[in-house]
């Protein structure tokens, strides 16, 4: 199996949109921890927007390093099923109400995963920060975990939850930004020299 860090050849580019979107889920993570009885009746609709616009990221990261990722195919389809969920709940918004808490936990049970496996890839290639990933990555799946277990535990909980795992995947991509961004400057370097 081709993984991220497979054979990277060239630059990784448009390495700061895995930050803009780690931003984004730690600022929306936040704000769900300080309001969270709006949070709730905005969940669907902020949620439904965030996977909209990851879905939008992903592909333009996937597609703009389809040359110099090994896997990028993942991150493609990674976007697309971001992309036509999040447009379908912005469609339905009495859907995504009824559905969120499954969706969530889902959403986040797969960015888990590919946080863990990512993580395993990174250890096997020695970048030093590997562990935070695993961290974040079963963090992320217990979250979800915890979501689907108690989609009845209540609304203010659910918030919490969700606020939470934002919080886990913000992080997670924040820091693979960061990392990212070493590979360019590595590979920049070492094509000047």
Known sequence: METLFDKVNAAVKNWW???????LYVALAIFMMFQPGESFVALAIVFSIMMFITGIFEITFSVTNKDTLNGWGWYLTCGIIDLILGLVLICL???????????????FMFRGFTAIGSSVDMSRYGLRNWGWYLVFGILAVICSIAIIWL??????TAVYITAFAFMFIGFFRIMLSFDMKKLYDHNRKLHKE
Do not use: C, K
């Not at 949109?17 to 931003?23: A, E, M």
């Not at 989609?151 to 203010?156: C, D, M, N, R």
């Open 17 to 23: 949109l895995s930050l803009i979107l780690g931003i």
């Open 93 to 107: 918004p009495a859907v995504s109400m009824a559905i969120i808490p499954f969706i969530v936990a889902f959403w």
């Open 151 to 156: 989609p009845a535990a209540g609304a203010l």
